[in-house]
């Protein structure tokens, strides 16, 4: 390798070094972990049970970030003490990335015999067209059936 070769290579090493840090790509998804600070959480509901003993409940979590809604299940079940933690959290796939750009109002949750349904209106930023948003989660830790339905 020459003299000018060796420059360019090391000129471009500290260039992706100094500017590759902050790329994103489109579409990444917004794991639970960004939403450790609780003012960005605005809906939180225990909805349901699980498991054989009905020992364990579902939790709901509502967040809005960066213009947009965010939302997650957690499998909550009781620990020694009988404090609440989380088993299982799945993240909405659907939902939760930084370019889907959808906020979801008029938040609900409901139990059924398999697991919960959550419903939401959803408006989204890429047309004007409202959707009703259905969630059926469960039984088992993760699983989860999204929809979408066109109200207009």
Known sequence: MNAASAIRTRLLAALLAVCGGGAHALGADITYENFK??????????????????????????????????????????????????AHTVSI????????????????CRATPRGIVVTAKASS?????????????????GQYLFRAQRTR
Request: charged letters at 25%.
């Open 125 to 141: 930023g890429h047309d004007d067209k409202l959707r009703r948003v259905t969630i059926e989660v469960g039984p088992r830790p």
């Open 93 to 108: 796939a659907e939902l939760d990335n930084d370019h889907a750009e959808i906020g979801l109002s008029e938040l609900t």
């Open 37 to 86: 600070t609780p003012d960005a959480v605005n809906w939180v509901q225990l909805c349901g049970t699980w498991d054989n003993d009905h020992q364990g409940v579902y939790r709901v979590i509502h967040a809005e970030q960066f213009a947009q809604s965010f939302l997650y299940v957690q499998w909550m079940k009781r620990d020694a003490e009988g404090s609440l933690q989380a």
